[in-house]
């Protein structure tokens, strides 16, 4: 799926990205990927507000409801135990405390913060 989203991905912007469509009716290219025509429906009230977005980005609805589903299949996606380790490892010394015993008392603390957590 090519969007915004994407474009950005392979450092596209999406002023650059244009839209062919092949001789094929349901079929469009856009920067040599298959794109595959669907129908959608909405209810009037996401259609309206749709529309509007759509007028006020100077974008096609449908560039929108591929941006949606986009953002959607990215944050229902299984995170791989690779990635989750990468972005562990990415985060490692980068936040501080401030407090100097947290290596000698780390089970207080977790225990203390999950007290807190379990009463609210």
């Known amino acids: 799926m090519c969007t ?3 474009w950005l ?3 596209i ?3 650059q990205a244009r839209c062919y469509h092949s001789s094929v009716g349901d079929v469009t290219s856009i920067l040599e990927k298959t ?3 669907t129908q959608i429906q ?3 009230e996401q259609s309206r507000r749709l529309k509007d977005m759509a007028a006020r980005e100077k974008v096609l609805m449908a560039e ?3 941006q949606a589903v986009d953002l959607w299949l990215l944050s229902t ?3 791989s135990v690779e990635e989750r380790r990468q972005r562990t490892l990415a985060i490692v010394g980068r936040f501080g405390s401030g407090v100097s015993d947290v290596s000698e008392r780390h089970d207080e603390y977790l225990a203390e913060a999950y007290g807190e957590w379990s009463s609210s």
């Open 64 to 66: 929108l409801m591929r």
């Open 42 to 44: 909405l209810t009037e």
């Open 13 to 15: 912007d999406s002023c």
């Open 4 to 6: 915004r989203v994407s």
């Open 9 to 11: 991905k392979q450092g």
């Open 35 to 37: 794109m595959i025509r």
């Open 77 to 79: 996606s299984p995170v």
